[in-house]
Structures are given as C-alpha cells and as structure tokens.
C-alpha cells in the first residue's frame, strides 16, 4: 500500500475532552478524507479536503473539525468527545477525485 | 441525498461456491468503485467502473455496472477463504459507501 499513517492507532478518552487524529500521507495526494465506521453503517464521510486549506463537510459533520495546513497531513479533532464518538476512524487520500482511494489503518477511539 | 444501497448484509458460503453482492443508488451515478476489508484491517481498493453496462473482470472477481448506472454488482466465482472480508461498494460525486457485505467462508 502507499504510505498512508494515522496515529494513534487506539485511544481512550474522557467524555467532553477535545482529541485530534492524525493522518499523514507520502504520495503526495492531493484529496483527503476522514470516514468513520460503525456496524451496519459502513463508512461515512466526516470531512475531505481537496487542497492544502481546502476543506469540507461530509455527511456526518456535526462535533468535527479538520485542518490541513501540508499535503501530507489531515488531522481530525473531536472538539468535544461524547460517547457516540466511539468508533473506529479511517483516514484515506487519492490523487485525484476519481481515482481509488488509499486508506490508512484506523483508529480506534473509545470515548468513555 | 442519494443513498447506496447494499445487499446481503451477510452471506455465508461453503468454500467453491459462489457469491454475489449487489449495489443500488437512488441516482445515477458517475462511477462506483469496489473495496474489500478483511477482519481487523482496513478498506482495500479493488476496481471502478465508469462506463454503462461496463463489466470488468479480476481473476474470480467479475463486476458489473448496470446500463442505469444506479447498481451495480461484485459476483465471486468459486470462493475460498481468502475472499473472506467486507466487501463495499462507493460512487457518486461524494463517494457514499454501501454498508458492506461481509462473506464468510466455510472450508
């Protein structure tokens, strides 16, 4: 796969504390995403960005924030973690907008 | 909004028999592309198609895009374990995803 990381890879946080994820990419890529799975939803797009400090919503938006201020990374923050958080986020990059997407490993969040 | 539809959420199947997932989206689609996620990993790419009624072929794997372009399919011939996972479909503009299919695969 291309060299796609996020870390952490797991994490336990306290409900109401902010937590950011990080996704750093060395292809060069210019489109990023920030997806979240959860049983039976399969992966639902927080935000994406299609260019250093080009951002935007997806459909699941609501209590995320996004910052890409390199290329080569996207970081995700949980202004203020609730337990409907919980879940396992997946970070992923393409060249172009319909080219296939390259995902990183996840994280596993655990908001408690 | 458009939605992407996907079924069965599971199959189960004795290894050497087929599979097939399907994939429907409430709009026309400009393409749709196909992932597989085997346990505990993360999505892998595996093909996208464009064009309508466009069937392309991996191997076992045979998917097709329908002439509508709003479903599609993944048909799997002769399973083995390794095609044990999720298999999703994504297309559209936003690149809504399916909730998956997860195959599992009896030896």
């Known amino acids: 796969d291309a060299g796609i990381t996020q870390s952490p890879r797991h994490k336990v946080t306290e409900t109401g504390t902010p937590v950011t994820l990080r996704c750093h990419q060395t292809?060069?890529?210019?489109?990023m995403y920030w997806y979240r799975q959860d049983p039976g939803h399969g992966l639902r797009l927080i935000h994406y960005s299609y260019g250093v400090k080009d951002t935007d919503k997806g459909e699941v938006s609501d209590g995320y924030s996004v910052s890409r201020s390199k290329t080569e990374d996207f970081l995700l923050t949980l202004e203020s973690a609730t337990s409907s958080q919980t879940s396992v986020y997946f970070c992923?990059?393409?060249?172009?907008?319909?080219?296939?997407?390259?995902f990183g490993s996840g994280t596993r969040l655990t908001v408690v | 909004g458009q939605q992407v539809m996907q079924i069965p959420q599971y199959q189960h199947v004795q290894e050497g028999e087929d599979f097939t997932t399907y994939c429907n989206s409430s709009t026309t689609l400009s393409n749709i592309q196909w992932y597989k996620q085997r346990p505990g990993g993360h999505p892998v790419f595996l093909i996208q198609?464009?064009?309508?009624?466009e069937v392309k072929k991996q191997k076992r794997l045979t998917f097709q895009f329908g002439e509508a372009k709003k479903n599609s399919s993944l048909h799997i011939t002769a399973t083995q374990t390794t095609d044990v996972g999720t298999y999703f479909c994504?297309?559209?503009?936003?690149?809504?995803f399916g909730a998956g299919t997860r195959l599992t695969v009896k030896p």
């Open positions: 992923a990059s393409t060249r172009e907008a319909n080219y296939g997407y390259t």
């Open positions: 994504a297309g559209g503009r936003d690149m809504r």
């Open positions: 198609l464009v064009k309508s009624g």
């Open positions: 292809e060069n890529h210019r489109y």
